[in-house]
């Protein structure tokens, strides 16, 4: 991971994948809860993808947070 992007990726999965396990959610509930692929859960924590934004509004809302809080604004 040498780019500003690929960081700035891996930083916003952990922070999700820490709010989420703060709620004590189950990433494969979680994403169904939230209407996305396991898989891609899984790789949006791992920073290995570029989600689109209507994935992190269904994760933000299924974390019952706003985009900015997501972020970490």
Avoid: H
């Amino acid at each position: 991971m040498n780019t500003k992007k690929d960081a700035y990726l891996v930083e916003l999965g952990l922070r999700i994948k820490k709010l989420r396990e703060e709620k004590g959610i189950d990433q494969k509930s979680f994403a169904f809860d939230c209407g996305i692929g396991r898989t891609q859960l899984y790789m949006i924590e791992k920073g290995k993808t570029n989600p689109r934004l209507l994935t992190l509004i269904k994760i933000a809302d299924g974390l019952g947070v706003s985009l900015s809080e997501l972020f970490g604004f």
